[in-house]
């Protein structure tokens, strides 16, 4: 059983965010911390001219309510909104906050995968701790 679980969520329709919460529920032991982090991505230069000035602080915000919505579900639950680039965030996170399992819900990978990789790919990979994929 796990004491520090990170959950990186995501809202893409094609992934299992309430099943990697479950999951991640059922390998906590008792009075396990959960974490909901998600990471936003940098929006390129080029495209961040043609958003309303408050776009990212909006969405940011918008995020963060969603996070604590399903945070509070959870006994010892807390949401977390990040800036970077997604795997590797995720991996440095959970490397500083001493987390001892994350659990991820996947994508069914296509042809683009195997040239690309995944977030969940990379989060495999590297991670310093158990690493549990749901697809």
Not at 1 to 22: C, Q, T, W
Not at 26 to 43: K, N, P, Q
Not at 72 to 79: C, E, K, T
Request: net charge negative; proline share 4%; glycine share 8%.
């Amino acid at each position: 059983m796990y004491h520090n679980i990170l959950v990186p969520i995501s809202f893409d329709e094609d992934r299992d965010a309430k099943g990697a919460i479950e999951v991640a529920q059922a390998l906590g032991a008792e009075g396990a911390r959960i974490t909901l982090l998600h990471v936003m991505e940098e929006v390129p230069g080029y495209a961040i001219s043609y958003m309303p000035t408050d776009y990212i602080n909006e969405s940011r915000k918008a995020v963060q309510s969603e996070l604590d919505e399903m945070a509070a579900r959870l006994p010892d639950g807390q949401g977390v909104v990040v800036s970077g680039h997604s795997g590797r965030t995720i991996l440095d996170w959970a490397e500083s906050h001493k987390v001892d399992c994350i659990v991820i819900a996947s994508h069914r990978p296509g042809m683009q995968d195997l040239f690309l990789g995944s977030t969940a790919h990379q989060v495999v990979r590297h991670a310093v701790c158990a690493v549990h994929v749901l697809r």
